[in-house]
């Protein structure tokens, strides 16, 4: 939603100017001061938002039972014997935020469980 990302941007430009970031700002990089009615900074958000930074589900995790499932709870491919995946592929619906937390989790999660089944 255009709106929503211009909203912000705007924003993060009003924190940036508070006192308390004097120190350490710097000359706005992206999408640049020049950027500033609603059209500019749709074409910058046109231009540069994409989804490749939070592919997931594309192996999702579910019950045993449910039908868009790939793999189950403890990660195991359903049919296949002796093979897990361990990745944000796995996250069933897209997190708020960035992904890498969240698989830095999936991962420590198989670990423990690839320990367990030894």
Do not use: W
Request: charged share 20%; proline share 5%.
């Amino acid at each position: 939603d255009f709106a929503t990302i211009r909203e912000g941007i705007r924003l993060g430009r009003r924190l940036a100017q508070q006192p308390a970031f004097k120190h350490v700002l710097g000359q706005e990089v992206f999408p640049g001061t020049h950027v500033q009615s609603d059209e500019a900074l749709d074409a910058y958000i046109s231009d540069s938002a994409h989804t490749a930074n939070a592919i997931v589900g594309t192996c999702r995790m579910g019950d045993v039972n449910e039908p868009q499932a790939v793999v189950d709870p403890d990660l195991r491919v359903k049919g296949i014997t002796g093979l897990r995946v361990c990745d944000a592929s796995v996250i069933p619906k897209l997190p708020g935020g960035q992904s890498g937390a969240c698989t830095v989790m999936i991962a420590e999660r198989a670990a423990e469980i690839i320990l367990k089944s030894c």
